[in-house]
T-cell receptor, first 116, second 111 residues
Framework: SQTIHQWPATLVQPVGSPLSLECTVE??????LYWYRQAAGRGLQLLFY??????ISSEVPQNLSASRPQDRQFILSSKKLLLSDSGFYLC???????????????FGPGTRLLVL | AQSVTQPDIHITVSEGASLELRCNYS??????LFWYVQSPGQGLQLLLK??????LVQGIKGFEAEFKRSQSSFNLRKPSVHWSDAAEYFC?????????FGAGTRLAVHP
């Protein structure tokens, strides 16, 4: 069966520091991968998605970047964190392929980031 | 443009009461619709999905949803709510390489 991991689970970082959040998927190959952010009391905002190694699409221009160095690894990064980067970051995967609207996404447990 | 509206931000029900969470979507083609649930501090768990066929869809944890094309709705229902159902519920419509989520409905359950 497929599983998705995210780490760390919780992170407290000072403003201006770098960020690296990691997401890995097991039990599937060539998945589509997604990064979402959920600010306190708000819905989910899609940040990035990837349909393959090295292929990243950005949904919201901002202080963050994403990379996919391996098929089942997705990394969210920042060179300098802002206070507004605080939130709950969720990684998700879907079976990939056609990129059709019918693909179910499966979510990881999330990383809670607090920028002080 | 594709969008999902969940009109109710918060809903409170008594344990054992019935529940209906509303979801309206805007999508140009045949929609693929999803309901997810999120417990505090957790990721999202898929409750059910509609792709085609029977418009009444059964999901996990006793939930069901009905697709009504004429009303552009996909409301989630449960006949008898349990205290463990307290969580946030998200409706979503499938787009190309993405899901478009509603803002969520937070459900509180009174004993």
């Amino acid at each position: 069966s497929q599983t998705i991991h995210q780490w760390p689970a919780t992170l407290v970082q000072p403003v201006g520091s770098p960020l690296s959040l990691e997401c890995t998927v097991e039990g599937t190959s060539n998945p589509n991968l997604y990064w979402y952010r959920q600010a306190a009391g708000r819905g989910l905002q899609l940040l990035f998605y990837s349909v393959g190694i090295g292929q990243i699409s950005s949904e919201v221009p901002q202080n963050l970047s994403a990379s996919r160095p391996q098929d089942r690894q997705f990394i969210l990064s920042s060179k300098k964190l802002l206070l507004s980067d605080s939130g709950f970051y969720l990684c998700a995967w879907s079976s990939g392929g056609s990129g059709g609207a019918s693909e179910t996404q499966y979510f990881g447990p999330g990383t809670r980031l607090l920028v002080l | 443009a594709q969008s999902v509206t969940q009109p109710d931000i918060h809903i409170t029900v008594s344990e054992g009461a019935s529940l209906e969470l509303r979801c309206n979507y805007s999508y140009g083609a045949t929609p693929y619709l999803f309901w997810y649930v999120q417990s505090p501090g957790q990721g999202l768990q898929l409750l059910l999905k509609y792709f085609s066929g029977d418009t009444l869809v059964q999901g996990i944890k006793g939930f069901e949803a009905e697709f009504k094309r004429s009303q552009s709705s996909f409301n989630l229902r449960k006949p008898s709510v349990h205290w463990s159902d307290a969580a946030e519920y998200f409706c979503a419509v499938g787009g190309y390489n993405k899901l478009i989520f509603g803002a969520g409905t937070r459900l509180a359950v009174h004993p």
